[in-house]
């Protein structure tokens, strides 16, 4: 059993390391990692978080929200799609280089995602995350990433975490 979690845990070091290596990179080539400048006069920040951070934490965003949606925990679903939201808005405010449209069209899903989560409607909440899935490779394409493509995910990296609803 420790042999493979430490197998497991080895694989994404690995993982998490050739992707800093690739993301260092390709940073200066894709166009919207370039964080805003600092206003006349004002000093910078010390350290702006990486837009490929940030992303990492949107798609870390993305596969809960589709996990709790799926087991319809609602409540679960509703503060994931918040967090979500508040990370494309923190990421927009970073990096102003990101255009407006392509935030909109990542995030216009949210909406009717939202909705289907008030109403507690699987289908229409599946629809939404589809949609939203399709918004994130959009803004992926035209930021020059398109080769970063996000799904649906297909099993849940988070074994710590219980995304039924409590009491079931």
């Not at 690995?14 to 370039?34: N, S």
């Not at 979500?84 to 280089?97: T, V, W």
Request: charged residues 15%.
């Amino acid at each position: 059993m420790l042999a493979g979690i430490a197998r497991r845990v080895g694989a994404c070091l690995l993982g998490f390391g050739l992707t800093a290596l690739a993301g260092g990179a390709l940073a200066d080539d894709v166009p919207f990692a370039q964080p805003n400048p600092a206003p006349l006069g004002a000093s910078a920040p010390a350290s702006p978080a990486r837009l490929g951070d940030m992303m990492s934490v949107i798609q870390t965003r993305h596969s809960k929200l589709w996990f709790a949606g799926g087991v319809r925990n609602w409540p679960l679903a509703a503060y994931e799609m918040d967090q979500l939201k508040q990370s494309f808005i923190d990421a927009a405010m970073l990096y102003g280089n990101i255009p407006v449209d392509a935030i909109t069209l990542a995030t216009r899903p949210l909406d009717a995602i939202n909705e289907a989560v008030k109403a507690r409607d699987l289908a229409r909440f599946s629809d939404g995350f589809r949609k939203l899935t399709a918004g994130c490779n959009s803004c992926h394409a035209a930021g020059g990433v398109g080769f970063i493509s996000i799904r649906s995910p297909t099993a849940s990296p988070f074994s710590n975490q219980t995304f039924e609803p409590a009491g079931k």
